[in-house]
């Protein structure tokens, strides 16, 4: 909605206004520049791999909205052939539901805020409800690079659904201290699926982009009995 509104005032008032996104989403040369400022979570992460580990990760995991997180530390792992990238959307009750928000998962290829790129939309063209316990990931579209990613192959993108998340944020702070945000326990539900796959000698690499105080509320509100764990592919 907040993206809209800013959409339709600049268009309206473009000698007045001034259009700032923090997303990879809209009109060209936005999600290059929102790529480009946050590439600094890539290097810094790349950098932090050799010197600890002395190696690059086998997979880098980062949820997926818009995408400006994800691109941001996919970027300095693009040109290494051997590390997998992947993508988290939030699949909310589940793929084949209404109640999602996994664009590029259960989407298809539209125009969105100025850019075409897989987004949720009725067979008539108009913009689908979206549906995810997590705010930061709930947009009906995502930006238009990480469909390059998606069409390329680069990229592998998978779906959480709301419970999986929730019992990855509750695991997360019950072992590690951290309380994560929300979108965020979206990748650390894959995370785990996929450090299983890959045994001792995998090296996952998590994008840990927020913190969840903010979450804990609704979470609190949410029951815990039940919860699955895994990802959808």
């Known amino acids: 909605d907040a993206t809209n509104e800013a959409f339709r005032e600049w268009a309206a008032c473009s000698d007045e206004t001034f259009y700032v996104i923090g997303s990879v989403v809209g009109t060209h040369p936005y ?7 946050q590439k600094v979570i890539g290097v ?7 010197e600890r580990y002395g190696r690059l990760p086998s997979d880098v995991v980062a949820c997926v909205g818009g995408g400006s997180n994800a691109l ?36 298809s290829v539209g125009i969105l805020h100025g850019s075409r790129s897989y987004l949720l939309q009725t067979p008539e063209g108009q913009v689908r409800n979206t549906h995810s316990i997590s705010a930061g990931l709930d947009y ?56 299983g796959e890959r045994g001792a000698g995998g090296c996952v690499l998590v994008n840990l982009s927020g913190r969840g105080d903010k979450d804990v509320g609704q979470v609190r509100q949410r029951p815990r009995n039940g919860m699955e764990t895994r990802a959808s592919r």
């Open 72 to 107: 941001g530390i996919f970027a300095a792992f693009a040109a290494d052939p051997d590390v997998r990238l992947w993508g988290v959307e939030a699949a909310g009750l589940g793929l084949e539901a209404s109640d999602t928000a996994a664009s590029l998962g259960a989407g």
């Open 140 to 195: 009906p579209g995502v930006g238009p690079e990480h469909a390059y990613l998606k069409e390329c192959g680069r990229a592998e993108y998978v779906a959480v659904t709301d419970d999986q998340a929730l019992a990855a944020f509750h695991r997360c702070a019950a072992r590690e201290g951290i309380v994560p945000a929300l979108e965020s326990a979206h990748a650390l539900a894959f995370a785990q699926s996929l450090a």
């Open 44 to 50: 810094e992460a790349r950098a932090q791999m050799l």
């Open 31 to 37: 999600p290059y520049m929102v790529r480009e400022f």
